[in-house]
C-alpha cells in the first residue's frame, strides 16, 4: 500500500543528545512536510522540502534540521539545542502541482528521560 | 496576521444527529481548504477539500460549506457516528505561492454519545 511510514513510534532523548526521527513515503510526492502537536493544540510547521537538496524553514525550526537527500526521505533531527522536544511529531507529503492535500503519517512521540 | 480558528474546542452530540463544526479564517487571499479527521495517538487523516471558486462540496455523509464573504468554513457530518469520534481540524492554503503550505487551527474534539 502506498503511504507515509513514521519510525519509531515513541522515542526518548536523554539531556544532551540529538535524536533524528525517520519519515519515509512510497506515493512519489515532490513535497514532505515535518510538524509539531502539543497536547491539545493544532498542528505547527517546523521544515517543509518541495524537492531533493532543498528545504525551508517553517514557523517553529529552532533546534531541529532536516535533510532532504532523496525523494522519498525527509528525516528530522530533534538537536540539543532545542528545549522543550517533548512533543508529538508529524510528517506529511504531498503533490506540488495545484492545491492538494497533505497525507501524513501515524507520527512520533518523543519525551524527555 | 494569519489565522485558522475553531468556534468550539469540544462539541458533544447524539449518535444519529447531525454534527456541525465551525471554522473561521482571517486571510481573504486564502484559496484552498481542508477538513482533518484526527484519532488518538494518530496522524490526520483527509476527510474533504473545497476550493475558493465553491461555496459547497458534498462527500460520503460530509459536506463542507464555505462562506467568503464572512470568512468561514464549516463542516457537516450526516447521521454521525462513534467513530466519527475525534478531533477535526481545518486547514487553509493562503495562496502565497504554489508553496502548498498549510495553516491549521486548534481544533474541535468531537464526542458522540451512544
Known amino acids: 500500500d502506498g503511504g507515509i511510514t513514521q519510525s519509531p513510534k515513541y522515542l526518548f532523548r536523554k539531556e544532551g543528545q540529538n535524536v533524528t526521527l525517520s519519515c519515509e513515503q512510497n506515493?512519489?510526492?515532490?513535497?514532505m512536510y515535518w510538524y509539531r502537536q502539543d497536547p491539545g493544540q493544532g498542528l505547527r510547521l517546523i521544515y517543509y522540502s518541495q524537492i531533493v537538496n532543498d528545504f525551508q524553514k517553517g514557523d517553529i525550526a529552532e533546534g531541529y534540521s532536516v535533510s532532504r537527500e532523496k525523494k522519498e526521505s525527509f528525516p528530522l533531527t530533534v538537536t540539543s539545542a532545542q528545549k522543550n522536544p517533548t512533543a508529538f511529531y508529524l510528517c506529511a507529503s504531498s503533490i506540488m502541482r495545484g492545491n492538494q492535500p497533505q497525507h501524513f503519517g501515524d507520527g512520533t512521540r518523543l519525551s524527555i528521560l | 496576521g494569519e489565522s485558522v480558528g475553531l468556534h468550539l474546542p469540544t462539541l458533544s452530540v447524539q449518535e444519529g444527529d447531525n454534527s456541525i463544526i465551525n471554522c473561521a479564517y482571517s486571510n481573504s487571499a486564502s484559496d484552498y481548504f481542508i477538513w482533518y479527521k484526527q484519532e488518538s495517538g494518530k496522524g490526520p487523516q483527509f476527510i474533504i477539500d473545497?476550493?475558493?471558486?465553491?461555496d459547497k462540496r458534498q462527500g460520503q455523509r460530509v459536506t463542507v460549506l464555505l462562506n467568503k464573504t464572512v470568512k468561514h468554513l464549516s463542516l457537516q457530518i450526516a447521521a454521525t457516528q462513534p467513530g466519527d469520534s475525534a478531533v477535526y481540524f481545518c486547514a487553509e492554503n493562503t495562496g502565497s505561492g504554489n508553496t502548498g503550505k498549510l495553516i491549521f487551527g486548534q481544533g474541535t474534539t468531537l464526542q458522540v454519545k451512544p
Open positions: 506515493l512519489n510526492h515532490d513535497a
Open positions: 473545497i476550493r475558493s471558486n465553491m
